[in-house]
């Protein structure tokens, strides 16, 4: 069962058009995350969604209701922003009961719902205080509880931890995780540009760019298979290695960049084939090995150290392999220095190759 | 209720569409409306009563041709140019100092902003009895000592323009200081300490660097300042009354004098038809870069 | 609305008529001046003595500031009860667009037209046949107001015309007065000039220009002289710096001043300030050489109402204004000659008595708000101002302006 | 001074600092009398004297008898403090025959001022309010109309809306003259809504918008209380303005409602004799007492609001 569907949605502003015909399918529960860079229109997309931006074009139906053109507040959804949006001049319960209040939901309902989303959001001790004597973190749980006071079926998310530090956005993560556990059936659509926000939330990613999705998958499969050469980049820090070359398809296909030679015996290429040409050969830093660990790995060259960059756990390492940069990443207690050569290796069936024109998956 | 069609367009924010009839009235019927009605008319030789009896540019071949209101033409341009200097320039140096993290700065800023609170009537009759040379500063000096000494710029026609302004400048550019103070404290202290440590001199780096940051401000304070400069009446009305003779005359109050006193509408309108075109030749094109074309989306 | 408005007005009659026939009266009029409001004050005492009340609309700054907020009420639909105007075309367009009340019955009822004297002021009030205003005093502006006190400290006699009284400036300046004191509003300006005019080159040249805005008159030599006199005036007048007329005639009470033109309204405040003529000061009509005395005035005229309580009231009004004994009490403290031929004249001090005997000699001018239109008078009024006011102005480039006005109103 | 203080403990416990370090340390000596500050306070002192001068020379005035303000030196204390004028040009001063003083215009003017700012307030941050978070069609066509109206010189709207009045039938009413405050108000006013309500964070307006708040409910629930300085900044400006008016004072109303503005010409114009300049001086204060007053009480607020409203811009 659908909890959000979006058909062929499009949003222009006069002649510029920032999302174009659109379509999505959210399941009930699921936790889908819209991930772009800024200006990509996942957040317009959330807005359409919310009702807080009305669509030139398509339908949005929420729990089977087509609400296209319903106010915000009749379409069972709860939002929680960036900058928290608090009402300054109420208190935290005066925050959380205010839509209630909208709405008229006897006073005794309200009071039970507030006490249950304080509960699980540990905000008990905060609800007679103002906003303004609240730190970040407790804003954006007040904000959520805001939401979750409205027992809604779908939340949206927009950049909520955005304005957090990285600490306490470490630690609010989690907790927007477990409150997705908690409460089965809402289906939450969260926007963010960060991607580990994006990989350790999301049941599903969507990734946007112009206005439209360039892919809609599984966290792991956006990492392993990306479905363009865009997603391949955005995805994945550091950012995947990418080597222009050649395809040449003998008996056993083979990628041809300069003097490297990378044998795809192993590569799984996509439905659609593949065929000799320009290509863009990507391969991820993490699956990059050195020494010992790189000798059992159907590809090995050896490469020349130009930078270290240690970031304690692990270390990372930029390198010249037969006239390419490579970087990877090796542990961090490595004892490589600037101008070692090394052995390394990958297996070929990890990398991801695209077409050089249509940047799309081979 | 599932809606499934569009709804009429007519009815989106139909709340806020009701709240701002008063406005749509206003702007419509009243600024409008007023100002077209009253071009319409200039062009007929509307006496005590409007009424339609067409001239063509009659009227307006009569007004530049009127010593009067080339006088009035004349110092309006003296006037606002003077305003728009010493408001501006003074207004920023007042703005500046008191930027200084100096002492008593409250007291300061409420001393050069109190006159902003009296009106042109108050303002212009201070400053006449001020200015009067049988009692004010002329007379003054002269009891210290200095007979000969003579600042009588209300009964002097060729100088009576910039007593005015003395009194004006005085009554409004605390106004000017304060938006200008605002904007010197929206400014980011990092501007600061990066120009300390460039070793730029102070004076440089309010003249390269704060000013050119600071646009916005001076061009609401402009707009401000040139708001009240063509509607400029009370104060010559309190001061001196257009005299001595018609030194002092400004386009407001020919205006004025000859919809009510001379009992020729047909000339006042041509008078505030020109008096509007100046105007809108300057506003048109700010308040459509302003208001107009920018959207504010997400 | 107009519905309502009937509605209204009835309601407020039913309610007057149960109350009696006390009806408030509001009176505009520009007279703030010591002496005129003294006698404005006769005007008032004698209105609520018949069981009405006066409520004053005094609005000050002289007849330019107060017309247009008089006209503006009168055409906003929201009239007073009554409202001063000079004489002339001050009102007409107003009465012509049918917002001032016919009053001609009354005048015949009350016989004006036999008792008014000259009978021009009564057809400034006429138009096409229905008389529309009453006229309440005569005001002449040939006047030339001395200060005895203040020759005598200059020790130099005092003058009996306007060359003698050109003459004895220099003795003036040198005994720190001001030879002619002159307020700086322009209408005073003007009236300066006028009363050159019809003083020096007398009341044929000035019906040529004013009246029948003869041009090359205009441009004559006649007027030439005129000129030359203003250009006199104006240096007589350099260190004058006051802006109101009755500031200008203080000058001339405190002794500051040699002397002032203007009308004979100054006299009230002569009296008011306790001064006897003759003793204190001198008074030459017509600058001691003129014949003639133009005879303009103020008149007062009624916006029609719908309300008959209101319409009444405004009956009494017109009669208590022409009524002889306050014609003589009110002209007294204004220092104008009464409108009326027909009433005792005994009690006018001896400068009236000199205004009276002019015009019994057949001097009366129709005033110029009679003759030229309120805007035409503000061309010259400027024009006169700017040549008081630009030492570099030269009497010839002066009247080439002058008489291309008058050409434009032909 | 607190790093002062923790410069110098570091110091004490660095104990053996290299002699080359050891010059000067703690925060640098300031002093009060340098050329700068005798510069920048001179200045400032300069500027002061020619804004307080008037205010000094009106009260000086108005404590003054006629004989003295005729001796000549507007400067002077006076030697005899006297409040007859001001008894005077509060209760007695004469227009015509009204001696009332300007007692009477007072009272006018508040039962104008008080009307005309709650009304223009209430309808400019409706508009402010409307075309900042609600905008529709046309919405912008309007207000760029009402903005150059700020700048239409009144003069050519004068007759029209006498026309428009007279059609209304409120012409020398009150409530007539409430509108013209109300119009003439409102784009100043509906410019410093605008720009203040587009300054809240339009989340904070999207979260009430799906917390189920309407038009109204979000502008009395939401941005009314978050509003209050600029509403401050709003009478302020109204208030003084409203106050000082002439103009409209003089012409869309009768001598009954004359406000003080009016009053205030009236007596001073009305000469009887010599100008008593004492009871015109304090005439003078006692009209621009209430604007000052207002100005003095709201004090940071007056500043703070027109930067928050004009800055922006």
Redesign the interface.
Same mark, same amino acid.
């Given at each position: 069962m659908s909890s959000v569907i979006i058909n062929d949605l499009s949003l222009s502003f006069g002649d510029v058009k920032v999302l174009q015909s659109l379509d999505l399918e959210i399941g009930k529960g699921e936790f889908l995350v819209l991930l772009g860079s800024s200006g990509c229109g996942k957040s317009t997309l959330l807005n359409c969604i919310a009702g807080l931006l009305d669509i030139t074009d398509g339908q949005i139906f929420i729990s089977d209701r087509n609400v296209t053109w319903e106010q915000p507040k009749d379409r069972g959804i709860g939002m929680v922003f960036q900058s928290y949006a608090l009402y300054p001049q109420m208190t935290v319960e005066g925050n959380l009961a205010f839509g209630l209040k909208n709405a008229r939901v006897p006073k005794a309902e309200i009071a039970k719902r507030i006490a249950r989303a304080a509960e699980i959001l540990h905000i008990e001790p905060l609800l007679k205080r103002k906003p303004a004597q609240l730190s970040g973190g407790q804003r954006q749980r007040v904000a959520i509880g805001r939401a979750l006071v409205r027992d809604v079926d779908v939340f949206l998310f927009d950049e909520p931890l955005s304005n957090l530090d990285a600490k306490l956005r470490a630690e609010l993560r989690v907790e927007i995780k477990r409150l997705h556990q908690q409460l089965e059936n809402t289906t939450m659509i969260y926007v963010t540009h960060d991607q580990i926000e994006a990989m350790t939330l999301a049941d599903r990613i969507a990734i946007m760019r112009d206005g439209a999705v360039q892919q809609l998958a599984d966290p792991a499969t956006i990492y392993n298979r990306p479905v363009n050469k865009y997603v391949a980049g955005f995805i994945g820090s550091p950012i995947i290695n990418f080597v222009d070359g050649q395809l040449v398809m003998n008996s056993d296909p083979f990628l041809k960049a300069g003097d490297l030679k990378v044998p795809l015996a192993r590569y799984e290429f996509s439905g659609n084939g593949a065929r000799e040409g320009n290509v863009v050969f990507g391969m991820r830093p993490e699956h990059i090995f050195m020494d010992k660990a790189a000798e059992d790995l159907p590809f090995r060259a050896e490469a020349v150290v130009e930078v270290i960059e240690p970031m304690g756990a692990d270390t990372l390492v930029w390198s010249r392999l037969a006239g390419h940069e490579f970087r990877f990443r090796v542990d961090g207690q490595t004892a490589i220095k600037k101008g070692d050569r090394i052995a390394v290796g990958f297996d070929p069936a990890r990398a991801s190759i695209f077409n050089a024109e249509t940047e799309m998956r081979l | 209720m599932t809606q499934q069609s569009r709804p009429n367009q007519l009815f989106r924010n139909l709340h806020a569409k009701i709240a701002a009839i008063p406005m749509i009235f206003t702007a419509v019927v009243v600024f409008a409306g007023g100002t077209l009605w009253t071009i319409f008319y200039s062009f007929t030789d509307s006496g005590l009563l409007p009424r339609l009896k067409f001239v063509g540019l009659a009227q307006y071949e009569r007004l530049w041709s009127t010593p009067r209101w080339l006088i009035s033409i004349e110092n309006l341009f003296i006037y606002g140019l003077g305003m728009l200097v010493f408001s501006l320039v003074v207004g920023f140096i007042l703005a500046a100092l008191l930027d200084q993290k100096i002492r008593f700065e409250n007291t300061f800023r409420t001393i050069f902003l109190y006159p902003f609170a009296l009106s042109f009537i108050v303002t212009g009759l201070v400053w006449q009895w001020i200015l009067n040379p049988e009692f004010g500063i002329q007379n003054v000096v002269r009891q210290m000592g200095w007979e000969s000494f003579a600042f009588d710029p209300l009964y002097n026609p060729d100088i009576v323009i910039y007593g005015i302004l003395i009194a004006a400048l005085w009554q409004s550019t605390g106004l000017i200081m304060c938006l200008m103070l605002a904007g010197l404290r929206g400014i980011d202290e990092d501007i600061w300490k990066a120009a300390r440590i460039d070793g730029i001199p102070m004076w440089k780096t309010y003249l390269l660097i704060i000013v050119p940051m600071m646009k916005p401000v001076f061009i609401t304070a402009l707009v401000i300042i040139a708001t009240g400069i063509v509607r400029v009446y009370d104060l010559v009305v309190a001061q001196t009354s257009g005299g001595p003779g018609i030194a002092s005359e400004v386009p407001a109050k020919y205006v004025y004098d000859m919809m009510f006193s001379s009992q020729n509408l047909g000339q006042g309108f041509a008078a505030s038809t020109m008096m509007l075109l100046s105007v809108l030749i300057v506003v048109i094109p700010w308040a459509y870069l302003e208001f107009g074309g920018k959207k504010r989306h997400g | 609305m107009n519905t309502l408005k009937a509605v209204l007005a009835a309601s407020t009659m039913l309610s007057v008529v149960t109350t009696a026939s006390a009806v408030d009266l509001e009176v505009t009029h520009w007279w703030t001046s010591g002496g005129e409001a003294a006698a404005v004050a006769e005007f008032a005492k004698a209105f609520d003595a018949t069981g009405n009340k006066w409520v004053d609309g005094a609005i000050a700054g002289g007849g330019n500031t107060a017309r247009p907020v008089m006209i503006s009420r009168i055409t906003g639909g929201d009239p007073m009860g009554a409202t001063q105007f000079n004489h002339g075309q001050q009102a007409a367009e107003l009465v012509e667009a049918g917002f001032m009340r016919d009053l001609t019955d009354l005048a015949e009822q009350e016989g004006w037209r036999d008792a008014i004297e000259p009978s021009s002021l009564l057809d400034s009030c006429t138009l096409d046949g229905k008389i529309y205003c009453v006229p309440v005093n005569i005001h002449s502006w040939e006047w030339l107001w001395l200060s005895n006190k203040a020759f005598e400290d200059a020790g130099v006699p005092v003058p009996t015309n306007w060359d003698e009284f050109v003459a004895a400036a220099p003795a003036l300046e040198k005994a720190g007065k001001i030879p002619l004191a002159v307020g700086s509003q322009s209408w005073q300006i003007h009236g300066v000039f006028r009363v050159l005019l019809i003083s020096l080159a007398g009341p044929e040249i000035y019906q040529k220009v004013y009246g029948e805005k003869d041009a090359e008159v205009a441009a004559g030599p006649e007027i030439a002289k005129i000129f030359k006199a203003a250009d006199d005036a104006r240096k007589m007048a350099a260190r004058s710096n006051v802006q109101d007329w009755n500031q200008a005639t203080n000058l001339v009470i405190t002794d500051k001043a040699g002397g002032q033109i203007i009308g004979d309204w100054a006299q009230g405040d002569f009296q008011v300030a306790g001064e006897v003529a003759g003793e204190d000061y001198t008074c030459l009509p017509g600058l001691g050489v003129g014949k003639a005395l133009e005879t303009g005035g103020d008149a007062f005229y009624f916006p029609s109402v719908d309300d008959p309580e209101i319409s009444s009231a405004q009956d009494e009004l017109a009669r208590v204004m022409l009524d002889p004994e306050v014609q003589v009490a009110f002209n007294l403290k204004k220092g104008s000659v009464p409108v009326r031929g027909d009433i005792d004249q005994s009690a006018a001090n001896d400068c009236m008595k000199k205004g009276l005997a002019i015009l019994e000699g057949g001097g009366a001018v129709p005033s110029q708000e009679q003759l030229m239109s309120p805007d035409i008078i503000n061309q010259i009024n400027d024009l006169m101002t700017e040549f008081f006011s630009t030492p570099s102005m030269t009497p010839e480039d002066a009247q080439q302006r002058f008489a291309g006005i008058i050409g434009s109103a032909s | 001074m607190a790093d002062t203080g923790a410069l110098n403990r570091a110091g004490v416990a660095a104990g053996t600092i290299p002699r080359e370090l050891s010059g000067p340390r703690g925060a640098r000596p300031r002093r009060i009398v340098s050329r700068g500050n005798i510069i920048?306070?001179g /200045?400032?002192f300069v500027?002061?004297v020619?804004?307080?001068?008037?205010?000094y &020379?009106?009260v000086v005035?108005s404590l003054k008898g006629m004989p003295e &303000?005729r001796l000549?030196?507007?400067?002077s204390p006076p030697m005899e403090i006297t409040f007859e004028p001001w008894v005077k040009a509060w209760a007695t001063a004469?227009?015509?025959?009204?001696c009332e003083g300007l007692s009477r215009g007072f009272w006018n003017s508040v039962r104008i001022t008080v009307p005309s700012v709650i009304l223009s307030i209430a309808?400019a941050s409706?508009?402010g309010?409307?075309?900042a978070n609600?905008?529709? %069609?046309g919405?912008?066509?309007?207000?760029?109309?009402?903005?150059?109206?700020?700048?239409? =010189?009144?003069?050519?709207?004068?007759?029209?809306?006498?026309?428009?009045?007279?059609?209304?039938?409120l012409? $020398?009413?009150l409530t007539g003259l409430v509108l013209v405050h /109300? &119009?003439f108000g409102?784009p100043i006013l509906?410019l410093l809504f605008r720009n203040y309500f587009?300054s809240i =964070?339009?989340? @904070?307006f %999207?979260?009430?918008?799906?917390?189920?708040?309407?038009?109204?409910?979000i502008y009395f629930?939401?941005m009314l209380?978050?509003s209050l300085p600029i509403f401050v900044v709003a009478m302020i400006i109204q208030i003084?303005g409203i106050?000082?008016?002439? @103009?409209f004072g003089?012409?869309?109303t009768? =001598?009954?409602l004359y406000p003080m503005?009016v009053q205030?010409?009236?007596? &001073?114009?009305?000469?009887?004799?010599?100008?008593e300049?004492n009871v015109?001086?304090a005439a003078?204060i006692i /009209?621009?007492l209430v604007? @000052?007053i207002?100005?003095?009480a709201s $004090? %940071?607020l007056?500043?703070?609001g027109?930067?928050a409203g004009?800055? %922006?811009?």
């Open positions: - | - | - | 920048l306070y /200045t400032l500027m002061a020619y804004y307080l001068l008037p205010l &020379v009106m005035t &303000v000549g030196n507007i400067f004469c227009t015509g025959l009204n309808i409706i508009n309010y409307a075309l609600w905008r529709f %069609k919405a912008n066509l309007f207000f760029t109309i009402l903005i150059i109206g700020a700048f239409i =010189p009144y003069q050519v709207m004068l007759y029209p809306i006498v026309i428009l009045l007279r059609e209304m039938g012409y $020398g009413s /109300t &119009v409102m509906t587009s =964070p339009e989340e @904070l %999207k979260a009430a918008r799906v917390d189920g708040a309407g038009f109204w409910g629930k939401i209380p978050m003084t106050w000082n008016d002439f @103009l003089v012409v869309y009768k =001598p009954d503005t205030l010409n009236n007596i &001073v114009n009305s000469v009887q004799g010599v100008k300049y015109n001086m003078t /009209t621009g604007p @000052l207002v100005y003095f $004090g %940071k007056f500043v703070r027109i930067a004009a800055v %922006k811009g």
